[in-house]
């Protein structure tokens, strides 16, 4: 993978984990706007997350890589992103968009995270759909769970 430099969210967490990973998938936006990209095709998508919290577990992590490569690559490699659940409505909300697939990304790990006794928070997910074009999801505090 190429070293990438992205966008720093800002924070006041003592510890903050950045995890790069990829996966390709096919997708196609079930919209007439859409223009080609109605049609189905395929991405190598590649995926930073960010991760802040105060507290380690009981292992001296926030979280392992390996729990987050599985939550992201582990779900979404070498699928048809319309035939997932999230993205199976006939809502723009849930069409697998990369700004819905970043925001749908930020949940699931952030549902994750929610289990977890320390309590880190997923503060930023980027996903880079070609080389060119990437979309930043940031929640607002609002967003998590307290």
């Not at 690559?73 to 999230?86: A, F, M, P, V, W």
Request: hydrophobic residues 35%; contains cysteine; negative net charge.
């Amino acid at each position: 993978m190429i070293q990438q430099f992205y966008p720093q969210v800002q924070h006041d967490f003592r510890y903050e984990l950045n995890k790069d990973m990829n996966f390709a998938a096919a997708h196609f936006i079930p919209h007439e706007q859409a223009g080609v990209c109605k049609d189905i095709h395929g991405h190598t998508y590649f995926v930073n997350i960010t991760i802040g919290g105060d507290e380690l577990n009981d292992s001296g992590f926030l979280i392992n890589f390996k729990s987050l490569k599985d939550a992201v690559h582990g779900r979404y490699d070498h699928t048809l992103l319309n035939q997932l659940d999230e993205f199976k409505q006939q809502d723009p909300h849930h069409f697998p968009t990369t700004e819905v697939v970043a925001r749908t990304i930020w949940q699931n790990i952030q549902n994750l995270l929610d289990t977890l006794s320390n309590q880190p928070k997923c503060l930023q997910v980027i996903v880079r759909e070609t080389p060119t074009s990437y979309v930043v999801y940031r929640p607002k505090a609002g967003d998590f769970r307290d």
